[in-house]
Nanobody, 116 residues
Framework: VQPVYSGGGLVQAGGSLRLSCADS????????MAWYRQAPGKQRILIAL????????NYADSVKGRFTMSRDDAKQTVYLQMNNLRPDDTAVYYC??????????WGRGTQVTVSS
């Protein structure tokens, strides 16, 4: 079962978006979680991690200081607050357990497009 995404869309450079990724089961609350993104013509890359207890987060250098990952286990949902967006943030964004399963099905993700 694929997670349910919300919050993607088109925004101008300097703007903000908040992505949500919700699980219909209980998988999220039993795992560390991550956000990935895949820009056109590029490989999918890891951009944010959050620990099982939600205390620790880590970010790729490209988003550090601009993006914040959080989780609400009661809602089986992870979030990615994205501020000061840039055109090079344009990508399809995916959430995942961390580490991803060997047979991970990534689904469609959610599109974020940042215009200059």
């Amino acid at each position: 079962v694929q997670p349910v995404y919300s919050g993607g869309g088109l925004v101008q450079a300097g703007g903000s978006l908040r992505l949500s990724c919700a699980d219909s089961g209980s998988t999220f609350s039993r795992n560390a979680m991550a956000w990935y993104r895949q820009a056109p013509g590029k490989q999918r890359i890891l951009i944010a991690l959050i620990s099982l207890d939600g205390v620790n987060t880590n970010y790729a250098d490209s988003v550090k200081g601009r993006f914040t990952m959080s989780r609400d286990d009661a809602k089986q949902t992870v979030y990615l607050q994205m501020n000061n967006l840039r055109p090079d943030d344009t990508a399809v964004y995916y959430c995942s357990v961390h580490p991803p399963y060997a047979d991970q099905s990534w689904g469609r993700g959610t599109q974020v497009t940042v215009s200059s």
